[in-house]
């Protein structure tokens, strides 16, 4: 990449209200030291105590979903990109990208379809619901509760959005992409 393509970039990322971006390889160091930088560029815009936890709350969900559950890279780590904007309606997105095995995508899709077209009510249920299933602990593929697309939801302010595309002719590997309104 040369600097006039940097600077366009950057130039379109300040003009599209991004706060904060990054892509690259994802670990818990790495989660902590982001989530230290978001609160602080949250914090910056004015958003009040409600706003700043549920954009950071989200802002960890996907973080952790990139650590567990991306696809590694050619043996390095699990790779990815989060961002976090501010749009003119003075509400945050944060959104993340990764790749996911083919494999996987209808397991993701079976979880975020009826996410989509639940009430708040009924998000809210179906998370106690989830904390108090034990069958998390028989799935071989989640490393935690099940709760991450549900606190996502929950603390959203429309339906989550998201969009799957594969990256391989042979339709083996794909791209995840999540989209949190706050």
Do not use: W
Request: proline content about 2%.
């Amino acid at each position: 990449m040369n600097t006039a393509l940097f600077s366009e970039f950057c130039n379109r990322a300040a003009g599209n209200g991004v706060l904060f971006y990054y892509s690259g390889e994802f670990s818990q160091n790495v989660v902590h030291t982001l989530g230290d930088a978001v609160r602080r560029r949250v914090d910056a815009c004015g958003a009040n105590g409600v706003v700043r936890r549920k954009v950071f709350s989200a802002f960890v969900e996907m973080a952790q979903n990139i650590v567990h559950y991306a696809e590694a890279a050619n043996g390095a780590g699990r790779i990815g990109a989060v961002a976090v904007g501010l749009g003119e309606e003075g509400r945050f997105s944060v959104l993340c990208a990764s790749p996911v095995r083919a494999d996987q995508v209808e397991r993701i899709r079976s979880r975020l379809d009826p996410l989509r077209s639940m009430t708040l009510d009924q998000i809210r249920q179906a998370y106690r619901e989830q904390l108090r299933n034990e069958a998390h602990a028989e799935d071989e593929v989640s490393r935690g509760a099940g709760l991450g697309f549900l606190t996502l939801a929950r603390e959203a302010s429309e339906p989550i959005e998201y969009r799957i595309t594969y990256t391989s002719g042979d339709h083996s590997r794909a791209e995840f992409y999540l989209r949190a309104v706050i």
